[in-house]
């Protein structure tokens, strides 16, 4: 993978976490299940954020 492809997958997940954030800190009446599953969603984006990061790296 060349780096402007890392650089816009990076680019593309920043998107998505800040979008699942905005959603959660925005919204007062998300029910326990909602609130696990964007943590989750959220833990599965920084993985695959912190893989890209460690890519571009090497």
């Known amino acids: 993978m060349d780096e402007d492809k890392i650089d816009k997958a990076i680019e593309y ?9 905005d959603f959660i800190n925005n919204n007062t009446s998300l029910t326990i299940e909602e609130i ?15 893989a890209l990061e460690v890519a571009k790296e090497n």
């Open 36 to 50: 696990i599953e964007r943590g989750e969603q959220l833990t599965v984006l920084d993985y695959k954020l912190t």
């Open 13 to 21: 997940y920043k998107v998505k976490i800040n979008g699942i954030v």
